[in-house]
């Protein structure tokens, strides 16, 4: 009788423990990976989660060419992202990252990641400075509703970690 309990037990712990395995979120893949990519005048427009998580893990001066956000400013549909960045690199990219989630709040808020890949600069101290002109109804709020007109768009730079002095850049309509 005591070997049937023990069957049963160790049976019950089994059904538990491959239950459990079997119900894992995978947390490699985010919540919407429909990815999408839209070449623009000075800037590469990407919608994957994949890529929205691997910049918000990785940001540093190693994931992203070093740059500043200078300024952002919203009119209407229209967000533009003042960068500042060392002069006379041979190539010099730019790369807006967006997951496609939208949080339900009050207003609704979304996130972006500016990233800027560059190589053979010569290391001046002379700087330059670009706009980034995103157009949120076509990148971002295509086919949704309405109450996005009213969303805080949070402008993050992928060269940096968050501290009192580099922080995340919270933009709406308003500004």
């Known amino acids: 009788m005591k070997m049937m309990k023990r069957i049963c037990l160790f049976a019950v712990v089994a059904g538990i423990m491959l239950t459990g395995a079997s ?3 995978d947390e490699t893949n985010g919540p919407d990976e429909s990815k ?3 070449e623009k005048e ?3 427009f990407l919608k994957s989660g994949s890529l929205y998580n691997e910049a918000e893990k990785d940001r ?3 994931y992203s060419s070093p740059f500043e956000i200078e300024n ?3 009119t209407g549909d229209i967000m533009n992202i003042t960068v500042s960045f060392p002069a006379g690199c041979e190539i010099n990219k730019f790369e807006v990252i967006w997951d496609g989630m939208i949080m339900e709040s009050y207003p ?3 996130r972006i990641f500016i990233k800027r ?3 053979g600069c010569p290391g001046s101290d002379e700087m330059e400075t670009e706009v980034l002109s ?3 109804e076509e990148l971002i709020f295509e086919g949704n509703d309405a109450q996005l007109q009213d969303a805080i768009i949070i402008v993050s730079n992928a060269s940096k970690k968050p501290d009192t002095q580099n922080a995340d850049v919270p933009v709406s309509n308003d500004n």
Request: hydrophobic residues 30%; aromatic residues 4%; charged residues 20%.
């Open 36 to 38: 999408l990519t839209i």
């Open 134 to 136: 995103v157009d949120l």
């Open 60 to 62: 540093s001066e190693n």
């Open 108 to 110: 609704v808020q979304t």
């Open 72 to 74: 952002v400013e919203r």
């Open 23 to 25: 119900c894992s979120k």
């Open 42 to 44: 000075n800037y590469t």
């Open 117 to 119: 890949n560059a190589s």
